[in-house]
């Protein structure tokens, strides 16, 4: 756990030493389980003596795993980072394509902020469909849209055509602002914007799955759900409202990112605190499993240096408008205000340019940081896992407005900024090119093409987000009953409202030689939900809670 800020200073090092020793040689020698069984001895004997313990639940703010722990990273970055940077041109151009003709706009700056948490995800761990297996469900955070169709035309599956129609479906030859099934049946499976649908039918998706696993309904297939969610969007009611579920029915086939750049849609998330420290809190208090990707590799060498912990508090010092200014700076700033408050820090620092302090990235930007944060959710097992990861806002929108409290809004860029990005990426494009901003895509024959195919062909297929075949569930029709002071103002009372009636998993299920589904059959059994149905119901739709096991389980 880690102190809070205004804890007083160490008035006894050589005890504290010797307890750090303790606990030390507890961990060599029986593990984890006992040492955190004798701390909690330990809270207990203090709440018992003197009442409520006033200490955090959280975990110092720096990475969750390890150096020392990480694993190498599978693909060629070098590779992966020019098709990255095809996508991030992809994306800006499409919206400042459609600003240009048509005044329609779009968001930029978010999916900058989230391009390494997508393309690590989409290069190696989002499995597609197969005759064998249905494939991942993953829920894109709405304003990050314009990446995902920056991915698609490298794919093949988005013309040139349809992006400069972005926000423009009237012809039918447009692309939808945001996720929408219902515009883009193709493309999206899963609607999530408004901000906060996302997380809560992530939730429930995932619920779902596992209750058709556990009645045998459908094989376990080591599925994930996946939701990409933005920090400013947690404050919406309905992005924490289920996590709690998810925690105490222990989803662990549940996986959350949240992209936290510390910016909303109107300015700082939690300007005068730390956004990730709360989300560490909350979720860890609901059952989740936490993972926080804060810095990038280069502060590894930083933080293994600093041997007086000086480097760890000034990081927890810091509150998120700070960081979120020193992006908008330069390194000499960062050097003089970060760095500076303390002559050991600047020490520390001495040996690097005010260029290469400008370089240290932070975890959401770096694919290793990443890649190992996927790779320990999808292992873990037994909770829900949240994965926090911190980013820039506008990252490599330069002046302008990485890391600017404007940049949500930002829907054009000038000349100069555009020749930035192009060069900041390395990007093929001429000078003569930059004013028409053309979308890029590799040959099929390049070495980036012929790696694009092979990483989706490696997790079976193309990961399309979208479901293309579904069965309609056979439901019964309403009929008139007796007059009753329980029967609707509508004189019609409610069939056994199916389960299935508005979830996809379940149209895959066999059927009964009745034409239900398995699945509705099985959950009209219990008397609870019986109950419950009848409790809730309204004159237009009658909704169930169904219990996640079945009596006797």
Not at 180 to 197: E, I, K, Y
Not at 285 to 314: C, H, M, P, T, Y
């Amino acid at each position: 756990m880690t102190q809070n800020n205004s804890a007083t200073l160490d008035n006894d090092p050589q005890e504290t030493r010797e307890w750090l020793d303790s606990l030390e040689s507890v961990l060599t020698v029986e593990g984890r389980p006992r040492a955190h069984y004798l701390i909690d001895q330990l809270l207990d004997f203090d709440v018992a003596r003197h009442g409520d313990f006033h200490g955090r639940v959280t975990t110092p703010y720096i990475n969750t795993i390890a150096p020392d722990r990480q694993l190498p990273y599978p693909g060629d970055l070098e590779t992966e980072r020019k098709l990255n940077a095809m996508i991030r041109w992809n994306a800006m151009a499409m919206v400042l394509r459609a600003g240009k003709h048509s005044g329609v706009g779009g968001h930029i700056a978010t999916y900058a902020s989230a391009a390494v948490l997508y393309d690590v995800g989409f290069d190696h761990f989002f499995r597609g469909r197969s005759d064998s297996f249905d494939g991942d469900m993953v829920y894109i955070q709405g304003h990050s849209s314009p990446g995902i169709y920056g991915r698609a035309y490298l794919e093949g599956r988005i013309s040139a055509a349809q992006l400069d129609n972005f926000r423009r479906e009237a012809d039918g030859q447009g692309i939808s602002s945001y996720p929408h099934p219902r515009l883009m049946p193709d493309f999206w499976q899963f609607p999530t914007v408004s901000m906060g649908l996302g997380p809560i039918t992530a939730a429930y998706q995932a619920r779902f799955m596992r209750y058709l696993e556990l009645r045998g309904l459908k094989q376990h297939q080591g599925r994930k759900v996946w939701a990409f969610l933005g920090d400013g969007e947690m404050d919406q009611p309905e992005s924490l409202a289920a996590i709690s579920l998810a925690g105490r029915e222990k989803l662990d086939n549940l996986i959350f990112v949240v992209n936290c750049n510390l910016q909303r849609l109107d300015g700082p998330v939690r300007g005068n605190a730390k956004v990730i420290q709360e989300f560490e809190s909350l979720y860890r208090a609901a059952g989740w499993n936490v993972i926080k990707v804060i810095w990038g590799s280069g502060w590894d060498a930083l933080l293994e240096k600093d041997r007086s912990g000086l480097l760890r508090q000034r990081m927890m010092e810091c509150v998120d408008g700070d960081y979120q200014n020193y992006k908008s700076q330069n390194g000499a700033y960062v050097r003089e205000h970060f760095f500076g408050k303390y002559p050991q820090l600047l020490e520390l620092v001495a040996d690097l340019s005010d260029e290469q302090i400008w370089k240290l990235s932070r975890g959401g930007h770096d694919p290793l940081k990443v890649y190992n944060a996927y790779a320990a959710a999808v292992r873990h097992s037994g909770r829900p896992t949240v994965i926090l990861a911190k980013t820039v806002k506008g990252f490599g929108m330069g002046e302008a407005g990485e890391g600017q409290n404007i940049n949500h809004q930002l829907k054009k860029m000038g000349a100069e900024a555009v020749k930035a990005f192009r060069d900041r990426f390395e990007l093929p494009v001429s000078d003569e090119q930059l004013a028409e901003m053309p979308y890029l895509k590799p040959t099929a024959d390049s070495t980036e093409g012929r790696y694009f195919a092979a990483c989706r062909s490696r997790l079976g297929a193309m990961c399309r987000l979208a479901t293309t075949t579904a069965h309609r569930c056979r439901s019964r029709p309403w009929k008139p009953s007796p007059p009753s002071s329980r029967t609707p103002a509508t004189g019609r009372s409610p069939p056994p409202w199916p389960s299935c009636a508005s979830s996809a998993p379940c149209s895959r299920t066999r059927r009964s030689a009745s034409g239900w589904c398995r699945s509705c059959l099985t959950s009209r059994a219990p008397s609870a939900w019986k109950a419950c149905s009848a409790r809730s119901a309204s004159t237009r739709r009658w909704a169930s809670s169904i219990p996640h096991r079945m009596p006797g389980n």
